[in-house]
């Protein structure tokens, strides 16, 4: 990419309306730029006021506006592609074109003809066809119209079948003349230097709206050859925003220096992917509902947003071959668990294979979810986020914290184990969320395990500036003693074998949490009479 002032991360400026309902629009160019990786800066031409039930008002941005904001963005930062949405008068696309004549950006031109919203109100009138017509498309790069667009484009055309897409993919593409003539000189130069065609004008006809379809069909032409493009079509009521968003996702792609054809085929299988996830989630009352293009709001509506120390409290960290040895199921084991008062559990899985791992995870972490419990997986990264658990916990010998963060990214547990002061000091620069300290005593569970004793774990709990959960060789018999400990940090116990290597879970842990229930009363006793007699 050439540098400007420095700029060099990819950059797709949306020149769109507004969507009040944040489902189409410049906030679904900006939802979709942002998930794909790419900064997105925005020039608004309309707003609209809009939900899910259909567009209440549209309010044009006057031109002379348009062009100031165009100004203020080409003028300083390099864009590299140019998205449009609804360009509402004849007036603002003769701007939009000068003030690409002015500032011309690096790769492309992305062209979504809008002329309809998805609940059928008109946002550009049919006098703007023309202008299109002549002038934006023989500039685009790409023109994205839908079957109905397409129609309107071509004078009304009936488009029913895939081959109806084809013929209008030809025709629309015939509506560039200057740019083929522009270009036809470019192709030989092109031809002898040996480089690919993506500078050519492309069409994609999308087929949604295509009646009878069991799939999402749409015709990609580049002028030469025609692709058909075809998806399972997803069942959702979720779709409003999709043709702008796959147009920004092309540009996204574009932005980042991926041809013509492998941007559009990322864009389709992106969109696919974000209706699939959000073909359950419920936002508005109406029929023209939105998606969820970060694909995470699903899990939002059950997960507890920041961390809790207090969930450290009776730590339940598993191990298969207990369950095993017991004849119960890991899922099993985890729901005795947390009905008998484990308030955080740790999937350890040291031997199991990968699929197997991911399968355990996300049926455990369905088990949790259901109590409001947090699931952490141990040392694998990877499938705490393919399972989209709630966390992971990691030693000194695995992925650093610090590169754990940046994968899983800010919301997610961290947990480390320390047996040092540096080792404690380092996990909170670290970004972690919690230290796990130990082994306090001697343990048959994890071998070679170097015992650090109460007063190792007292050193850790002094230096650090993270809670702390202890751990190693911990029972009923013991747990007192650690609690009893004077350091504030200090919020629970994990355990492994006191609670899994027994017949019954579900008594054991309670046996512990009741345990651990009577330290916490006397304790919060203690520092209230010590208020009250103001020692
Ligand atoms: C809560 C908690 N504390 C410490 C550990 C030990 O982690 P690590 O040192 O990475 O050893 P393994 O568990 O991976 O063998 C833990 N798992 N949980
Ligand atoms: C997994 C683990 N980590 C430890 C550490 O010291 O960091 S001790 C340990 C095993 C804890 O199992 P149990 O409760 O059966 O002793
Ligand atoms: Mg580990």
Partial sequence: MIEKNGDSIPHVLSVA??????????????????????????????????????????????????AQQLKSVLSDMQVDVVKTGVLPSIRVVKVLLQSLAEFPVRAALVVDPVMVSTSGDVLAGSSILSSFREELFPMADIVTPNIKEASALLGGIHLETVADMCNAAKLLHAL?????????????????????????????????????????????????????????????????????????CIAAELAKGSPMLTSVKVAKRYVETALEYSKEILIGNGSQRPFDHSLRLKSGFHRKEVFNPSDLFLYAVTDSGMNKKWGRSMVDAVGAAIQGGATIVQLREKDAETQDFLETAKACLAVCRSYGVPLLINDRIDVALASDADGVHVGQSDMPASAARTLLGPEKIIGVSCKTIEQAQQAWISGADYIGSGGVYSTNTKANNPTIGLDGLKTVCLASKLPVVAIGGINASNAGSVMKMEVPNLKGVAVVSALFDRENVLTETKKLHDLLMEHHHRKSNEIHARQLSGK
């Fill in 17 to 66: 309306g507004s969507d009040s309902g944040a489902g189409a629009g410049i906030q679904a160019d900006l939802k979709a730029c942002a998930a794909r990786g790419v900064y997105c800066s925005t020039v608004i031409t309309a707003v609209t006021a809009q939900n899910t039930l259909g567009v209440q008002g549209v309010h044009d941005v006057p031109e002379d506006f348009v």
């Fill in 176 to 248: 560039g003349p200057r740019k083929v003539l522009k270009v036809e000189r470019l192709r030989v130069i092109l031809q002898v230097i040996g480089e690919a065609w993506d500078v050519f004008q492309n069409v994609l006809v999308k087929g949604g709206d295509l009646p009878d379809s069991l799939d999402a069909v749409d015709i990609f032409f580049n002028g030469e050859r025609f692709y058909e493009l075809r998806l399972s079509r997803i069942k959702t009521r979720n779709t409003h925003g999709t043709g702008c968003t796959l147009a920004s």
